[in-house]
């Protein structure tokens, strides 16, 4: 089972359609692409001596060389380590390091800030610019045929953004991938041949995991010229390309529609729009629904388990006459096909319905472990079980509404407190841009909510804010202080950082 045959199954069945395009311009057809990443896998076999199992990371933001790579390491029964392009140069010396990469392909804007970190990593071999003379090379030569590989094998070593300390690596098989693929066909989407998908978002995250569904079936891998996300540049590609679906953050959705929302006939080719890896507040979901219509999918994931735990559909967002319709939309909606989901208490009990619990997950994509930690690996995976983590209520009918992270959740005067409630309230201020809240220590009730804001409105009060919400939600949940801030801290795949934020605002 190696996921590297979908790619030879597509060129036999697709072999002249569209495979990747570079903005307007389509590069390469599947009999191209397939061919490519097979004379690569054959490459790094024999001229870099590669055995099965090792690890070949990629340094790079979006661009049209990293789905051949992506498909030669597989099809030579390597393992990839995609690395986000946009880490700090200590991050990238540590997951190079960590995971024992003896081979790295990066761009040449990057070249300079990685080629210093390799003196002092063991057994790294070789690095590779993909614009370079040496990367065409490796495109010339013998195709090698696709390694065998095991539905436990590892495939792809991907590691968390790191932002409560280290990150960790989620070793994931070919198994893993494969029912990450299928789970997309089952809950998330359909595609046909010739359907488009932007990767505006890092490949080497949730977008690059999407490039699997569409070699399956045909689909255009399109990169934008600029690697990543512009809002003008998305706009204009929708004009080219037809049917096509975009993976994104929420913040990056709410970007491209406040951009867009006066041009008429703007989202018309859009067929698809993903979005997870973050909450999605109601006022923004329904802005989203009256200028998209029926297009919107909802994704819950973790690296731990890619892309695949929860969904909620696009049927279920357009469900406006269900009674229970807003909650269902508030929600991340339910277990994927195959997945089973449990929600536990502090010791290990299956909560009962609408109590809140951490979200347990298992199936054939939960990871195979953090690679070279055990310790973290026995905290994580408990008879079969993956510990998200993540705090949740479920409905009887099966949905699942996430509170907050469990590190996440402040404990005030006995009373638990879940930041995510609170956010939701103050998103509704015509005033604010963004929140993001979270507990102080304090002397008389342990823990106080505090709320840091970005503002629209720069008389905005703190009074009014604190009238506002004790308009809207139970006195002891409301935030104490009100703090305003230019921008919140954000990584790099637009999550807020709430641990710089407790470094900062923590303290009285």
Not at 60 to 79: D, K
Not at 236 to 243: A, E, G
Not at 401 to 428: C, F, H, M, Q
Request: aromatic share 8%.
């Amino acid at each position: 089972m190696n996921i590297a045959n979908i790619l030879v199954r597509a060129a036999n069945a697709y072999d002249k359609k569209a495979a990747v395009a570079f903005g307007e311009t389509v590069l390469l057809n599947y009999k191209e692409l397939a061919h490519n990443s097979a004379v690569l896998a054959q490459n790094l076999l024999t001229k870099y001596h590669l055995l099965p199992g090792s690890r070949v990371a990629i340094i790079t933001a979006n661009c049209p060389e990293y789905i051949e790579l992506l498909f030669a390491v597989w099809h030579a029964g390597l393992v990839v380590v995609p690395i986000n392009a946009k880490l700090h140069k200590n991050e990238f010396n540590f997951v190079l390091s960590h995971s024992g990469a003896r081979i790295c392909f990066t761009s040449s804007k990057l070249l300079p800030v990685i080629t210093p970190l390799l003196e002092g990593i063991d057994n790294f071999e070789q690095l590779i610019e993909i614009s370079s003379p040496e990367y065409k090379q490796l495109l010339t030569g013998e195709k090698s045929s696709v390694c065998s590989r095991q539905p436990d094998d590892p495939a792809w070593l991907f590691y968390t953004s790191g932002t409560t300390g280290r990150p960790k690596g989620a070793m994931q098989s070919h198994k893993n991938l494969r029912a990450m693929t299928q789970c997309y066909f089952s809950d998330i989407d359909s595609i046909d041949v010739g359907d488009a998908i932007f990767h505006a978002a890092p490949m080497s995250h949730g977008s690059g995991y999407y490039i699997l569904p569409h070699i399956v079936k045909g689909g255009i891998n399109v990169i934008p010229k600029s690697g990543g996300f512009n809002e003008k540049e998305l706009l204009t590609l929708l004009t080219v390309h037809k049917n096509t679906s975009l993976f994104a953050a929420p913040t990056m959705v709410k970007r491209w529609l406040t951009f867009a929302q006066n041009k008429t006939n703007a989202f018309e080719n859009v067929k698809t729009i993903i979005y997870g890896g973050g909450p999605m507040y109601q006022q923004d979901l329904d802005i989203a629904q009256r200028l998209l219509g029926n297009k919107l999918v909802q994704m819950y994931g973790q690296g731990e388990c890619p892309m695949t735990i929860c969904a909620l559909t696009r049927y279920q967002h357009q469900d406006t006459n269900h009674p229970d319709y807003t909650n269902r939309l508030a929600s991340i909606g339910m277990p994927m096909s195959g997945m089973e989901i449990k929600l536990i208490d502090n010791v290990g009990n299956t909560v009962k319905y609408g109590q809140a619990g951490e979200i347990l997950v298992r199936g054939d994509a939960v990871m195979l472990e953090y690679y070279k930690n055990p310790k973290a690996t026995a905290e994580t995976l408990v008879d079969g079980w993956l510990k998200t983590g993540d705090i949740a209520k479920q409905s009887v009918d099966g949905f699942i509404t996430l509170v907050d992270r469990a590190k996440d959740v402040i404990i005030s005067g006995g009373s638990n407190i879940y930041p995510r409630e609170v956010e939701e309230i103050l998103n509704k201020h015509q005033g604010l841009v963004e929140v993001a809240v979270i507990g102080r220590k304090d002397d008389d009730w342990g823990e106080v909510v505090i709320a840091i804001v970005v503002s629209s409105d720069n008389n905005l009060t703190a009074k009014q804010l604190d009238e506002f919400c004790l308009e809207h939600m139970t006195r002891f949940k409301r935030p104490k202080h009100y703090i305003f801030v230019g921008e919140l801290p954000k990584n790099n795949t637009g999550k807020i950082l709430k641990t710089t934020l407790r470094d900062l605002y923590a303290c009285a």
